[in-house]
């Protein structure tokens, strides 16, 4: 108090003070038994494509009692896109179609199809640097799914030989019948690059079916998000700085509204060779990994098969070629490119989501 000297307080406030605290004790009160408490973010994960998937997702409703029937249905989801179209599972419908050496037609799932068709799309509109058919060319090179431990790059008569077995106009769909056939008998069909993507789809797919609007879903790190967090807010996502194996460290921040991210690049699956960095990612144009300075690219879609298929193709064209054509397609990408001093960020108008490029922090 001024001058220390006490005063009394006035009359009114002797009886007003007690009754307002009164009325705050009693608001808390009601606040703590009465109003719903804020929604609690369920998390459920697995094994898929050889990597994880898990699936983040909150509901108004309680959901505590039909965790086991989500989780099911997650799982029965991606079972049967695997025992449609795994390449790494011999007895898929796929694989058996890819053994085959005819020319004839064979009836695939219509989810195949269709995917087949989104696929060709991609590749028209790359000039064929995106193509389902290149896995005679990878596998050449040492990835994919019978993979050497000590992969060393195959001689150029080899892969003149390879490419006779490569390419997607190959391949003739038949949407209709429902069929597949291959023009060129060795040809085979590998969906690595564009299935992860399906399968987040499809997962968003069960979780909706079962009424659940609010989630974030990833396979292996591509993403689709949907509504919002508990707390009102964006779902949040790291893109992830392309450094070398082993490091993992957050880029930037994107905030995603009902919209999925698929990233490529080759800072995950290469090996050096005599100081070339030899990535999975193949130009069927070069039949040789892709090499230039893109480190990574991102694509932002509202489906995530066409951002995964767009990622790996983007990643195929490079930043010069690539940011280009996405910014013709009107995609929202965003290219991460080597130079001198680290990284630069290169993106196309489209790509105004970013939340935040100092402080990443992820909810997926
Ligand atoms: P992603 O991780 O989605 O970029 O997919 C990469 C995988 O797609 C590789 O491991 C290959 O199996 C396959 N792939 C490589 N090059 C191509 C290409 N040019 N078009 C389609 N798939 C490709
Ligand atoms: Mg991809």
């Known amino acids: 108090m001024m001058g220390g000297a006490r005063r009394s307080l006035p009359t009114r406030a002797k009886i007003l003070l007690p009754l307002a605290l009164l009325l705050l004790v009693a608001l808390s009160v009601k606040r703590l038994l009465l109003e719903p408490r804020p929604p609690v973010l369920w998390e459920l994960a697995g094994a898929t494509m050889g990597t994880t998937w898990s699936a983040r997702f909150w509901s108004p409703g309680d959901l505590a009692d039909r965790l086991a029937e989500l989780q099911d249905s997650i799982a029965a989801e991606l079972e049967l896109i695997n025992r449609q179209m795994s390449t790494y ?66 001689a150029p008569d080899e892969l003149a030989d390879l490419s006779r077995r490569v390419g997607y106009r190959l391949l003739d769909i038949d949407s209709l019948a429902g069929t597949a056939r291959k023009s060129q008998p060795e040809i085979m069909v590998d969906l690595s690059a564009i299935a992860k993507g399906y399968g987040v789809d499809r997962m968003a797919g069960a979780l909706r079916r079962a009424g659940v609007a609010n989630y974030l879903v990833e396979i292996g790190g591509e993403l689709l998000a949907a509504g919002v967090r508990p707390d009102g807010g964006a779902w949040r996502v790291a893109i992830e700085r392309p450094a070398d194996l082993g490091e993992r460290a957050g880029m930037l921040t994107l905030e ?109």
């Not at 005819?102 to 060709?120: F, G």
Request: some cysteine; proline content about 7%.
């Open 89 to 154: 599972d011999s007895s898929s419908e796929l694989s058996v179609f890819n053994a085959s050496r005819d020319t004839l037609p064979h009836p695939l799932a219509p989810a195949t199809i269709s995917l087949l068709l989104r696929a060709r799309q991609i590749s028209d509109l790359t000039g064929g640097a995106f193509d389902v058919t290149v896995a005679p060319l990878v596998a050449a090179w040492g990835f994919g799914a019978a993979a050497p431990a000590r992969p060393t790059p195959p």
């Open 256 to 364: 995603l509204a009902d919209l999925a991210v698929a990233t490529s690049g080759d800072y995950r699956n290469y090996y050096e060779y005599q100081g070339e960095r030899l990535s999975h990612i193949i130009d069927p144009r070069t039949l040789r990994p892709a090499s230039h300075a893109g480190a990574s690219v991102t694509v932002l879609h509202p489906q995530c098969a066409t951002a995964d298929a767009w990622a790996t193709a983007l990643s195929v064209l490079g930043p010069e070629e690539g940011l280009a054509l996405a910014e013709r397609s009107d995609l929202a990408a965003l290219f991460i490119v080597r130079n001198a001093g680290g990284f630069e960020l290169l993106t196309t108008t489209a790509f105004t989501v970013v939340a935040d490029t100092a402080s990443p922090e992820e909810d997926g």
